[in-house]
């Protein structure tokens, strides 16, 4: 195995290794919870424009 084949084998492994630990660490997302994307980082309120979203 040549050194290239070596460091993406590690690289893609510990990508893998990270994304299983954030996935078992993290709390769940609630989709229906999260401002519309439109409003993220406006300081507006998200309100309005869809029916699932939190009231």
Partial sequence: MHK???LQA???LGLA???V???QA???VD???EPPLIAA???QASSGGHCSMAK
């Fill in 4 to 6: 290239t084949q070596q």
């Fill in 10 to 12: 590690i690289f893609w």
């Fill in 17 to 19: 290794a990270f994304l």
């Fill in 21 to 23: 630990w954030d996935f």
């Fill in 26 to 28: 993290s709390a769940p």
């Fill in 31 to 33: 989709l229906r919870n």
């Fill in 41 to 43: 980082g406006s300081g």
